[in-house]
């Protein structure tokens, strides 16, 4: 006779033990010592590991032993040379994804963290740049004071929350609707429930505050400063800078500033009244904005640098990647930053009636879909290599894109568009595509053993990255590295006296809170190679935390207008906390800068 085995209550115990263990992990960030991660990953390994691959049983018991003596001081510097070459070998040679996957972890980590290792021999333990600093604040690429800000709007001080998110990033409007928050991504609330809702709290302080007056400007310092580009790297560089003392332009070659915030972002995600007024904000500082002025047309990168003590170069990335298949000069196909380009001018093309193909997977090509739809299309298809979990768009963006009546058709591949007699596109021609081997890190994809598929379009939308327009500041002087200017970490770029270069056009297209902690890091660059030594702080009290339990409870999610409405116009889609809500989601916040963590030490860090 054989029975069924369901042990509900150790299943469901087991079960309990991964969610708690997955959201520990998930909520440790950077405050766990690598070294010690490592040996935990290599131990689960060990103990999952068949044993029948001699790199792998042999390999892993090195690597255990070799983690274990540099954790208990008894290594030294052969020691790390010993687990570097194990775990290469390793990776190189197991016969299955248990060893290779311990041997990549490792190697990867001794990469990274070598000086952690080193530390541990030296001195007996991690050095203290990885001891548990804030969670979302060590995340915010800017650096923000989170739990301040959050403390505030739970006490409905909104104007002194906007204050203290403004010492560390000029554009809290902005990042209230479509910063991608990392700072969210390892909240320690993750450990009871589910991470804080930040960015939403952010847009609370932002739609309660009103007008905020600005910090006043230190006195002057008699040093000229030019930036150019005035997208959100140029401009907050520029608005400290102008907060030191310092003069400031900013030289900007379309008709208005915001760079991709404004010829990128559609407005059903940041209305153009909201990014106005913040860069009115900005300005309002004394920046002398010099618009419809192109470096290297309009005038000459050595004309700027000879009249300026320092130069700020924040370009962004504007040229568009182009398929490279027949048919693509045909009228009707367009890139996703002509179109882009266009509505951030207030120039909405009428797409009534038509066919659309948009091509790319990632957050452009989803704004290029939507848009597309607001636009009167009467059918958008978005066209994906690979499958639609590979996709580098936001979930919520896709998720939201389909119940526009948008469609996500994965895993075809672009193979020529067919043009009309009059040379107007007729339809896209795609290869079907099969899921194949991970290759860095990604699954790659071969041509499926199917015939090639037509469908019709009337538009085609090329949104497959962009690129840097590199050519006449290297042509002057400024070392690039396939495109991307060469700045090290404080923006300086080496052997170019007094001309420091962030944001997108060094690190390619990324997003708008890197760009703008680009622009602070370059601000605080060039106030020290002017000679001074400029601290932005604010005058501002944060509430004491309040005592009490914290029992689990839901996060609260912002909802956005009905997709059937909000499809047909570009007004704002995503919809705001009411008081209650944000009263109870600013109460989760566990005010990890007062317990538990403490890398504020001796207080709150009101400096840079
Ligand atoms: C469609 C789209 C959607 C996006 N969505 C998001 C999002 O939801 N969240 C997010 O965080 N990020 C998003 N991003 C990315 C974000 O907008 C960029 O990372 C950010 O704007 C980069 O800032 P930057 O200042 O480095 O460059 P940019 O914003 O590109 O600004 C550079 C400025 O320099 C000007 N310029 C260039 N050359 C010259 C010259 N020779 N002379 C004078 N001026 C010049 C340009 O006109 C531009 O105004 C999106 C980007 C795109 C394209
Ligand atoms: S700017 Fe972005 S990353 Fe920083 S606190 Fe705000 S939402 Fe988080
Ligand atoms: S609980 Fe609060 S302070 Fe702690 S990481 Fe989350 S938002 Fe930051």
């Known amino acids: 006779m054989i029975k069924l085995k369901t042990n509900p209550r150790e299943i469901a115990a087991v079960d309990e033990i991964y969610r708690n263990l997955s959201r520990r992990l998930t909520s440790d960030g950077l405050s766990?010592?690598?070294?010690?991660?490592?040996?935990?990953?290599?131990?689960?390994?060990?103990?999952?590991?068949?044993?029948?691959?001699?790199?792998?049983?042999?390999?892993?018991?090195?690597?255990?032993?070799?983690?274990?003596?540099?954790?208990?001081?008894?290594?030294?510097?052969?020691?790390?040379?010993?687990?570097?070459?194990?775990?290469?070998?390793?990776?190189?040679?197991?016969?299955?994804?248990?060893?290779?996957?311990?041997?990549?972890?490792?190697?990867?980590?001794?990469?990274?963290?070598?000086?952690?290792?080193?530390?541990?021999?030296?001195?007996?333990?991690?050095?203290?740049?990885?001891?548990?600093?804030?969670?979302?604040?060590?995340?915010?690429?800017?650096?923000?004071?989170?739990?301040?800000?959050?403390?505030?709007?739970?006490?409905?001080?909104?104007?002194?929350?906007?204050?203290?998110?403004?010492?560390?990033?000029?554009?809290?409007?902005?990042?209230?609707?479509?910063?991608?928050?990392?700072?969210?991504?390892?909240?320690?609330?993750?450990?009871?429930?589910?991470?804080?809702?930040?960015?939403?709290?952010?847009?609370?302080?932002?739609?309660?505050?009103?007008?905020?007056?600005?910090?006043?400007?230190?006195?002057?310092?008699?040093?000229?400063?030019?930036?150019?580009?005035?997208?959100?790297?140029?401009?907050?560089?520029a608005y400290y800078l102008r907060l030191m003392g310092h003069s400031v332009t900013v030289y900007e070659q379309r008709k208005s500033a915001g760079g991709m915030l404004r010829y990128g972002i559609p407005a059903y995600r940041l209305p153009r009244e909201a990014l106005d007024r913040e860069i009115a904000s900005i300005i309002s500082t004394g920046i002398d904005l010099k618009t419809g002025v192109s470096v290297g047309k309009d005038i000459t990168f050595d004309e700027i640098k000879n009249d300026s003590d320092a130069v700020y170069l924040s370009v962004g990335a504007h040229s568009d990647n182009k398929l490279g298949i027949e048919g693509e000069d045909g009228n009707g196909v367009i890139s996703a930053v002509e179109l882009l380009r266009g509505i951030g001018d207030g120039n909405y093309p009428d797409f009534s009636g038509k066919r659309v193909i948009v091509v790319g997977g990632g957050n452009v090509a989803m704004d290029c879909t939507r848009s597309s739809m607001r636009l009167g299309a009467e059918s958008v298809i978005c066209a994906y290599r690979r499958r639609k979990e590979d996709m580098t768009a936001l979930p919520e963006e896709i998720e939201g894109a389909i119940e526009e009546g948008c469609e996500i058709s994965t895993l075809i591949a672009p193979e020529k568009i067919e043009l009309d007699e009059k040379g107007n596109v007729a339809a896209l021609w795609v290869k079907p595509q099969m899921i194949s081997v991970v290759s860095r890190g990604r699954p790659s994809v071969v041509n499926a053993d199917t015939p090639s598929v037509r469908l019709p379009a009337d538009i085609i939308v090329v949104a497959i990255g962009q690129k840097i327009d590199s050519a006449y500041f290297e042509e002057n002087g400024i070392p690039a590295n396939r495109g991307r200017f060469s700045a090290d970490a404080t923006c300086n770029i080496k052997g170019v006296e007094g001309v420091f270069a962030g944001g997108d056009c060094v690190t390619g297209p990324a997003t708008a809170i890197k760009a703008i902690a680009a622009g602070k890091v370059a601000a605080r660059a060039i106030d020290n190679y002017l000679g001074f030594n400029h601290i932005p702080a604010v005058d501002v009290e944060i509430p004491n935390p309040k005592a009490g339990s914290f029992p689990a409870c839901g996060r609260i999610n912002l909802s956005e207008r009905p997709a059937d409405e909000r499809k047909q116009d570009f007004g704002l889609m995503e919809c705001p906390m009411t008081l209650q809500q944000a009263t109870q989601e600013s109460s989760r916040c566990l005010r990890c800068d007062h317990y538990g963590y403490g890398s504020f030490r001796n207080g709150r860090t009101w400096k840079w």
Not at 35 to 44: D, E, F, G, M, P
Not at 83 to 101: Q, Y
Not at 172 to 189: F, G, K, N, V, Y
């Open 32 to 237: 766990s010592c690598p070294v010690s991660l490592c040996s935990a990953v290599v131990r689960l390994s060990l103990a999952q590991s068949c044993g029948k691959c001699t790199p792998c049983r042999l390999g892993l018991s090195q690597l255990d032993k070799s983690l274990s003596d540099i954790l208990s001081g008894d290594g030294d510097l052969e020691t790390i040379n010993l687990i570097e070459k194990t775990a290469r070998v390793l990776t190189a040679s197991a016969d299955c994804a248990i060893g290779f996957e311990a041997g990549r972890t490792v190697y990867t980590c001794v990469k990274a963290f070598r000086d952690e290792f080193v530390s541990h021999i030296e001195n007996g333990g991690c050095i203290s740049h990885y001891e548990n600093p804030v969670p979302c604040v060590a995340y915010c690429p800017a650096h923000v004071d989170i739990p301040g800000y959050i403390a505030l709007v739970n006490s409905g001080n909104y104007a002194d929350a906007i204050r203290v998110i403004r010492k560390d990033n000029p554009f809290p409007s902005a990042c209230a609707l479509i910063c991608e928050h990392p700072c969210e991504h390892h909240c320690r609330r993750g450990l009871v429930d589910d991470s804080v809702n930040i960015r939403g709290l952010k847009r609370m302080a932002v739609d309660n505050a009103g007008e905020v007056e600005n910090p006043e400007c230190l006195p002057d310092t008699g040093k000229k400063i030019a930036v150019i580009g005035a997208g959100p790297s140029g401009l907050t560089a």
